[in-house]
DNA sequence: TCATTAATGCAACAGTGTTGCAAATTAAAT
DNA sequence: ATTTAATTTGCAACACTGTTGCATTAATGA
């Protein structure tokens, strides 16, 4: 099955340096597809471990390519979400970890910091 | 200025000890008022340092109390959004510390671990 | 009382995300 | 190659979150 908009989003995200939402994705594909089509095909390469939803700072996703993860997330990592740029980007380098009190089972992580990146502070 | 709509806000958020959606708070309320009261009330709360905005897993935005924040809102501490109940918490027990690479200026935090939380797993 | 300010309601709007159904496209099987 | 099945796509409609403008009402202060 040789979905082309499903080989666009995936190119889309995986050449971004920074995390797409839905809109920019729907900008940067040339060839237009409807709105609906996205949303699934999102739905798909996330369900398929190829990309990872970020929840930016104002509620909105987006949507970043994943390093290693097959059936199992694991994006442990932190999110950067720029106030002047707007950007979202994924910052592997630091592993946080939490040891939260008996009784809490922690299965997903959304760690976003936000602030200024180091290129609008510059 | 004695809004009483105000007041009613600030308790249900004040004395729950989960954080609360807008569609819940408008639940909750008795004396029935409009949408747009509410948002525009949680913002003045939000502004006078009496609560603050949880970003949940699904990009909602829900309101938990203030502990010790006037203008600065100082809200490091870890949230946790439990996927049985749906319930969103704040534990401030635990201080989470990272150490971005230079040029990134940290503004706020939104940490939010999910999973199932002690009560929901017991 | 009168003027000013704040609070509320209403209508309208933009945006995100989902669902159902039909049409088109692709893959598979005979 | 023709038919069948599965997948993909588009369209319409919907629910929900959140915002803005404007008019109305309520509260404050002179």
Redesign the interface.
């Known amino acids: 099955m040789k979905s082309l908009t499903k080989i666009q989003i995936k190119e889309l995200i995986v050449h971004s340096n920074i995390a797409l939402s839905h809109q920019e994705i729907s900008k940067r594909l040339e060839r237009q597809c409807d709105r609906v089509t996205i949303y699934r095909t999102l739905d798909k390469l996330m369900a398929e471990g190829f990309i990872h939803r970020i ?7 987006k949507f970043a390519a994943c390093h290693g993860c097959t059936k199992n997330h694991h994006h442990q990592h ?1 999110h ?1 979400s720029c ?1 002047v740029c707007g950007s979202v980007t994924c ?1 592997e ?2 592993e ?1 970890g ?21 290129v609008c ?2």
Chains 1, 2 share one sequence.
Not at 55 to 61: F, Q
Not at 98 to 118: A, D, H, R
């Open positions: 929840i930016d700072v104002d509620g909105v996703s932190v950067f106030s910052i380098e630091i946080p939490f040891s939260l009190s008996e009784g809490y089972k922690v299965q997903e992580m959304n760690i976003t910091l936000s602030g200024v990146c180091p502070s510059a």
